[in-house]
């Protein structure tokens, strides 16, 4: 969890890269509303003590894999922003349960 948290201080004393003008989009989402979502649930498995609900659980992966797909297109700040925001994802997802819900890994 110390991972995560970590990640995420960081993540939120980042600026948002002003490269990226308001309502960019890739893969048919706005990246702001793909760094809201992550950092979002980020925060949320550190309330709760390293748990998500199935249903943010599911809603985390996916954004994940948005996240993976956009950063190899990206360069300069925005690549370093949003691969820390996959890097926050994926350290939230080592405590994520299998899709049948035993434990991953």
């Known amino acids: 969890m ?3 948290r970590d990640l995420l201080d960081a993540h939120n ?9 308001a309502g960019t989009e890739a893969h ?3 990246l702001v509303l793909l760094d809201a979502d992550i950092a979002g649930l980020a925060a949320a498995y550190l309330g709760a003590g390293g748990a998500l ?8 992966r996916e954004a994940a894999g948005v996240a993976r797909a956009v950063v190899p297109g990206l360069t300069g700040a ?4 949003f691969g820390r925001l ?3 994802a994926q350290a939230v997802l080592r405590d ?3 899709a049948d819900g035993a434990p991953a890994g």
């Open 2 to 4: 110390q991972t995560v």
């Open 13 to 21: 004393a980042a600026a948002f890269p002003a490269e990226l003008p």
């Open 96 to 98: 994520a349960p299998a």
């Open 86 to 88: 996959y890097a926050l």
């Open 28 to 30: 048919g989402v706005a």
């Open 53 to 60: 609900p199935a249903a943010q659980w599911r809603a985390l």
């Open 78 to 81: 925005a690549w370093v922003y």
